[in-house]
T-cell receptor, first 116, second 115 residues
Framework: DAGVTQSPTHLIKTRGQQVTLRCSPK?????VSWYQQALGQGPQFIFQ???????QRGNFPDRFSGHQFPNYSSELNVNALLLGDSALYLC???????????????FGAGSRLTVL | AQSVTQPDIHITVSEGASLELRCNYS??????LFWYVQSPGQGLQLLLK??????LVQGIKGFEAEFKRSQSSFNLRKPSVHWSDAAEYFC?????????????FGGGTRLMVKP
């Protein structure tokens, strides 16, 4: 059973460009969350998608947007990249709200973004 | 607002020695508490979680943690550390009635193990 898969694993962009990161949740999970982990820091919550809608959002600007597809997979888009957007972007999935383990997140290995 | 503090940025222990990683949290209601481990270049792996009930919880790889409400703490322990335990450890807090299960993480503690 594949866990959470993310692509690409690494990518390099320049300031001002746009990037799209992709995530496939673990089988049986319907909720996807995105976290940003800057070097030497703990992950910070960006937003969460459930039923193809953004349900919660952390303290991130509108340059960060996302989407969830009917098959529960998700994309994170970042526009107008800044040097400070360089980080490991982690996707996490969780089971349906009322299911066993609904509050336990399963994380992918992340997409490491470098902005030059 | 919820927050997590991990006071120790780095800890070095000898292989076979005991380990305790500290975690203090701030949350307005009964929290869900988690410990995750991250090896270099990897995502986060869940070690253990506390939702309710027995305040001493057992996890994978021989780890345990104790929830102390009066101290707002959830410290991680292991009686005998193995070299493979070298990694970064993150404590996290979430909401008991949080349908969105957003987690707030601490800054992490990097564990180094001496042979």
């Amino acid at each position: 059973d594949a866990g959470v898969t993310q692509s690409p694993t690494h990518l390099i962009k320049t300031r001002g460009q746009q990037v799209t990161l992709r995530c496939s949740p673990k089988s049986g999970h319907d909720t996807v969350s995105w976290y940003q982990q800057a070097l030497g820091q703990g992950p910070q919550f960006i937003f969460q998608y459930y039923e193809e809608e953004e349900r919660q959002r952390g303290n991130f600007p509108d340059r960060f947007s996302g989407h969830q597809f009917p098959n529960y997979s998700s994309e994170l888009n970042v526009n107008a990249l800044l040097l400070g957007d360089s980080a490991l972007y982690l996707c996490a999935s969780s089971p349906p709200f009322r299911a066993s383990g609904a509050n336990v997140l399963t994380f992918g290995a992340g997409s490491r973004l470098t902005v030059l | 607002a919820q927050s997590v503090t991990q006071p120790d940025i780095h800890i070095t222990v000898s292989e076979g020695a005991s380990l305790e990683l500290r975690c203090n949290y701030s949350y307005g209601a009964t929290p869900y508490l988690f410990w995750y481990v991250q090896s270099p270049g990897q995502g986060l792996q869940l070690l253990l979680k506390y939702f309710s009930g027995d305040t001493l919880v057992q996890g994978i790889k021989g780890f345990e943690a104790e929830f102390k409400r009066s101290q707002s703490s959830f410290n991680l322990r292991k009686p005998s550390v193995h070299w493979s335990d070298a990694a970064e450890y993150f404590c996290a807090v979430g909401g008991q009635n949080n349908a969105g299960n957003m987690l707030t993480f601490g800054g992490g503690t990097r564990l180094m193990v001496k042979p």
